[in-house]
């Protein structure tokens, strides 16, 4: 086949979920909940939580050696990292250099990119930029979340929905037609407070009060956010479609972020899917917001169903608010 057209692909990928596992009947005993409640609002069974002790780092890390080993690479191949998290080990310095000192690798520029559950196609479309620019040669991308530390756990309207995982993509220039094919971006920051981490930054620095008044948890208008991300997820991925000039009947599968299964059903009828097409992780992992489509590219290709020029649609929405879109030919 002529090439005819730049892109950029997935060399490898990997992935790292903590050992520890926090059912719905958990959660039961923790806030007045039931596994009913969360099974028929969200499509969550259970979800991972990273220990006491465990940082986003140590995360991205474990999914980052994967992806190296899968990829057969080394450390040192690698001449960019980026992180793209909510949860970063510490304001600054960025994830993606506590990440670059435990991997051992020296002098590699390093940052992260923050766009709320969105954070990973943000960083998969700003990726391409800098590869087809030639800026960077191979990036180690990790899209990676601990919720579990910014919950509050008195909240049964959030704390029930999400968990901490990690997952990694090295990327670089195809030499094929597999590859990223289009990409679709947007955000409206009229609607920040929806969905939002107010305290510890610059508009409520950290204080005795804001402790007092939960600044420094996660907080969300559920039911706002839920209008939201139907709306935009379905009309991103029809986007991202249109623009790679492709129709809804030749997409193989559909990535969607999971943060809710009723989303993820919605944005499959959005562009008529039948259920075997949509990839559902989110009854095993809750909401790991930046890491849930890394971690569902990749068990879907270690369970052996992508076959070469299939095409799959990734599309996710989150905090700011955020969207995106990416169309992708295995
Ligand atoms: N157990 C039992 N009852 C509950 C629970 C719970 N865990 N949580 C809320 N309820 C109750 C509420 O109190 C309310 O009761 P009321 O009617 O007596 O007042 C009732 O259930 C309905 O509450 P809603 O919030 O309207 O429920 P909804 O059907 O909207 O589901 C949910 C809530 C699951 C949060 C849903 O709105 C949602 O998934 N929203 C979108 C989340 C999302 O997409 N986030 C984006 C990414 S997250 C990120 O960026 C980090």
């Not at 709320?116 to 590869?131: N, P, S």
């Not at 919720?147 to 901490?164: A, P, Q, S, Y």
């Not at 610059?202 to 005795?208: D, F, I, K």
């Amino acid at each position: 086949m002529i090439k005819t057209k730049r892109h950029i692909r997935i060399r490898s990928t990997g992935v790292y979920l903590p050992d520890r596992v926090l059912t719905n009947a958990d959660l039961e005993k923790m806030v007045d909940t039931s596994d009913e409640w969360i099974t028929t609002r969200t499509g969550i069974k259970e979800r991972r939580m990273a220990s006491k002790e465990q940082v986003t780092s140590d995360l991205a890390v474990n999914a980052a050696r994967m992806a190296l080993e899968r990829g057969g690479l080394k450390a040192e191949d690698i001449d960019l990292i980026l992180v793209a998290t909510n949860t970063p080990d510490t304001i600054f310095p960025a994830t993606a250099c506590w990440v670059q000192k435990k991997l051992g690798i020296k002098e590699t520029p390093a940052f992260d990119l923050e766009a709320g559950c969105t954070g990973l196609l943000y960083a998969l479309i700003v990726a391409e930029g800098l590869i087809l620019s030639g800026t960077a040669r191979r990036i180690l991308l990790i899209g990676v979340d601990i919720l579990t530390k910014i919950t509050n756990w008195e909240d049964r309207g959030t704390c029930v929905l999400f968990g901490d995982g990690a997952g990694a993509f090295i990327l670089e220039e195809s030499d094929d037609e597999s590859g990223l094919i289009s990409h679709f971006w947007g955000a409206d920051g009229s609607l920040a407070e929806l969905l939002i981490l107010p305290g510890g930054g610059t508009l409520y620095p950290a204080s005795e009060d804001t402790v007092k008044k939960k600044l420094h948890y996660l907080s969300m208008k559920g039911n706002e956010v839920f209008k939201h991300a139907v709306k935009r997820m379905g009309e991103a991925a029809l986007e991202a479609l249109k623009q790679a000039g492709i129709e809804k009947e030749q997409v193989d599968y559909l990535i969607p972020h999971q943060a809710n299964l009723r989303i993820i059903d919605a944005t499959g009828e959005r562009l008529n899917l039948p259920k075997e097409k949509i990839v559902v992780s989110i009854h095993k992992y809750g909401n790991m917001s930046v890491a849930t489509i890394p971690v569902a590219l990749h068990e879907l290709a270690e369970e052996g169903k992508l076959q070469k020029g299939q095409i799959i649609v990734m599309v996710a929405f989150g905090a700011g608010f955020t969207w995106a879109s990416a169309v992708y030919r295995w």
